[in-house]
């Protein structure tokens, strides 16, 4: 009966440690959301991943695990990542109730939070499905995965009084040298990102958690893009857990706690700011003749209104009203938002008709309209660039079109069901990954709101002979914290590209950003805006425009050459 009681207490104790564990792996992740826009707690993305990795390297696989094949990773362990990704991507995405309600769609109140919640739901799994493929992969590289056991498990002895159950408290000795660990960690991490970021859905890169405020780290991003900022942080972050486990271990063999460990991780820190630092000091010389003097329209269109005949009236007014005015303050060239003035561009007895393109033939100033352009038998959410004299003399098609909002994933299954969700009668379709934008005063790299999240296809522009930058948005039926995040983005690219940046949203954050990713100028919310600035055209490309990302294939070399150094 002793030894009976004594299990149970056993499994009631490893109970309460799994649950403890998965609640650490949560609210971590949570300290990671917090990172980002609005919040802007960056200085946590460089401990918050340290709990998850801690519990994954000490995870001891019971007996019956351990005998199963290499690929087998249990539910147990596989709910930490899942659970810390839940916590960071369901909080840092959670703007995308703002969606909801959708009536001025057609969408019933009670279906629009059915599908706004399903959306939230669907992009946090997928997010949080990357930090599980990682742990995963992870599991898999550092065979033998044992130490101190945040997550202990019951190992039977044999003894002369019978079965004595312990709690395993083995000393970490894989074989794998922590250095050695961080660098598999780092390399997969980065891999798992640059795959995510070719697909439709993505958004929460590690690195955008140390913007548009840490600008000495973001300008990492001009040598190896986004990566070369999620490299730095996750590589911070495990060698703190990987000195933790350590101490940890000295601890159960009555030695004392080695705090020399814990100097790595802060002088590799410290390395990567002051080596962002640098770059980020370099005089920004702007070259005789570069300049442009751009205008900005915030026309502060609530999407409720936006493709009724009322709201097309006082889109036309307060956007007409703005270039007027802009045009007085002699500006070379006017950029309103995405979809600005949904009507079809391509089609010129249509566009003829509106008072803004009068006034451009009026004034005679380009203008850089977002609107709808055909394509063939579908619409496309372009912005084109109209001159003088009324033509079209530069288009850009939007790349990255939002699921459920501007396409029907799986549109022959789907279509019927949720077809009601856009208010156009055509399909949008999205643009070539390879078009350029050329403009009078030289090529300009080119992105409509999501198209933000997604560095390489500025990369390209900018590798091209993109001069400066301009991006288009309308966050209007999202919250806040969205457009914060949308202004983050933008100021990455903006630093990786080493441009000028110009960003017009329907509702905020319109701005000005300088090529260190420094704002300018940022307006209100729900505000009416024009707004006008001098940019500069700059034609220097760096190492990121010249290489792309060399980072992340650098890195899986060295890693899987060290792993086989190990394992010989």
Not at 18 to 23: E, P, S
Not at 374 to 391: F, H, K, P, V, Y
Not at 417 to 424: C, V, Y
């Amino acid at each position: 009966m002793a030894i009976f009681n004594r299990l149970k207490f056993e499994k009631l104790a490893l109970g309460k440690s799994q649950v403890l564990a998965w609640a650490i792996a949560f609210f971590s992740g949570i300290l990671m959301a917090l990172t980002t826009a609005p919040f802007n707690a960056w200085p946590l993305a460089w401990i918050a991943l340290v709990p998850l990795w801690v519990m994954v390297v000490s995870y001891q696989k019971p007996e019956s695990e351990v005998k199963q094949q290499k690929l087998f990773c249990s539910a147990e362990l596989l709910l930490l990542p899942v659970l810390w990704g839940i916590g960071y991507h369901g909080l840092a995405l959670s703007w995308i109730m703002g969606i909801h309600p959708m009536t001025w769609l057609g969408v019933p109140w009670w279906p629009s939070l059915a599908i706004a919640l399903f959306c939230w739901t669907f992009i946090t799994l997928w997010g949080a499905a990357l930090v599980a493929v990682w742990t995963w992969l992870f599991a898999i590289a550092i065979p033998k995965i044992s130490g101190t056991g945040i997550l202990p498990v019951i190992s039977q002895k044999i003894s002369g009084t019978g079965i004595l159950p312990v709690i395993s408290q083995k000393i970490s000795g894989t074989g794998i040298l922590p250095v050695t660990r961080v660098l598999i960690g780092t390399a997969l991490w980065c891999a798992l990102e640059s795959i995510w970021s070719t697909g439709s859905l993505w958004w929460t890169s590690l690195s955008y958690t140390q913007s548009p405020h840490n600008l000495a780290i973001l300008h990492l991003g001009q040598l190896s893009g986004p990566s070369a900022v999620t490299a730095a942080i996750v590589a911070v972050n495990g060698l703190i857990a990987e000195a933790f486990i350590e101490g940890r271990s000295l601890r159960k063999v009555g030695r004392r706690k080695n705090w020399i460990a814990y100097i790595f991780p802060a002088g590799l820190c410290l390395i990567l700011h002051i080596a962002g630092w640098s770059l980020y000091n370099r005089p920004l010389i702007q070259e005789a003749g570069t300049s442009l003097k751009i205008g900005i329209i915030q026309g502060n269109i609530p999407n409720e209104i936006k493709f009724d005949s009322g709201g097309w009236r006082r889109a036309l007014e307060g956007y007409t009203a703005g270039y007027k005015q802009l045009a007085d303050r002699k500006v070379d060239a006017v950029l309103i938002p995405e979809t600005a003035l949904p009507f079809i561009w391509t089609n010129e007895y249509q566009r003829s008709t509106l008072s803004f393109y009068q006034a451009i033939l009026e004034r005679g100033v380009l203008a850089w309209v977002g609107g709808f352009a055909q394509q063939e038998n579908s619409l496309a959410n372009s912005l084109l660039a109209i001159d003088r004299t009324g033509e079209i003399v530069g288009r850009y098609d939007k790349l990255k079109l939002v699921p459920l909002g501007e396409y029907i994933p799986f549109y022959e299954i789907l279509g019927g069901i949720i077809n009601r969700l856009s208010p156009l009668e055509a399909r949008l379709v999205p643009g070539n990954s390879k078009q350029l934008f050329d403009t009078p005063f030289g090529r300009a790299i080119v992105g409509i709101c999501y198209d933000s999240a997604f560095a390489e296809n500025f990369r390209y522009q900018a590798a091209q002979g993109g001069e400066f930058m301009l991006t288009a948005s309308n966050n209007a039926h999202y919250k806040p914290p969205m457009l914060a995040q949308h202004h983050a983005l933008d100021v990455m690219r903006a630093i990786e590209t080493d441009r000028w940046a110009v960003i017009a949203t329907n509702t905020g954050y319109s701005a000005f950003v300088n090529p260190r990713g420094e704002t300018v100028w940022k307006s209100g919310l729900n505000t009416y805006e024009v707004r006008d600035a001098t940019i500069y055209r700059r034609q220097t490309k760096t190492l990121y425009v010249r290489w792309g990302d060399l980072l992340t294939p650098l890195l899986l070399v060295l890693a899987g050459l060290m792993r086989l150094i190990v394992r010989n």
